[in-house]
Nanobody
Framework: QVQLVESGGGLVQAGGSLRLSCAASGRTFGNYNMAWFRQAPGKEREFVATIVFSGASTYYADSVKGRFTISRDNAENTVYLQMNSLKPEDTAVYYC??????????????????WGQGTQVTVSS
């Protein structure tokens, strides 16, 4: 099991930027694929981005491609989500999640065994 703590959320105007961080502790961080999901009020939790255990590959939801960048620092046990050109529809609670390095169904929340508590991102128009 790995413990995850997100930070970096807040209120930003449309077109602005935020950088989310997720600090991990517990088992070896480098053995986990990491992802960001988000959940807006009244909506299902949705996939945002994922990065494999080595950092060699990343995948994004179409809605954030070209605006968001996921990265990780295995020496610091941290994964990041750089969010640029934010839109009001990006408003949600953002969650960090961890899955086994052998997992392949990146887009499905059920693939991830450990979750953070979430951080609120609000984008005003």
């Amino acid at each position: 099991q790995v413990q995850l703590v997100e930070s970096g959320g807040g209120l930003v105007q449309a077109g602005g930027s935020l950088r989310l961080s997720c600090a991990a502790s517990g088992r070896t961080f480098g053995n986990y694929n990491m992802a960001w999901f988000r959940q807006a009020p009244g909506k299902e939790r949705e996939f945002v981005a994922t990065i494999v255990f080595s950092g060699a590959s990343t995948y994004y939801a179409d809605s954030v491609k070209g605006r968001f960048t996921i990265s990780r620092d295995n020496a610091e046990n941290t994964v990041y989500l750089q969010m640029n050109s934010l839109k009001p529809e990006d408003t949600a609670v953002y969650y960090c999640a961890a899955a086994s390095r052998y997992s392949t169904a990146f887009y499905y929340a059920t693939e991830y065994s450990d979750w953070g508590q979430g951080t609120q991102v609000t984008v005003s128009s």
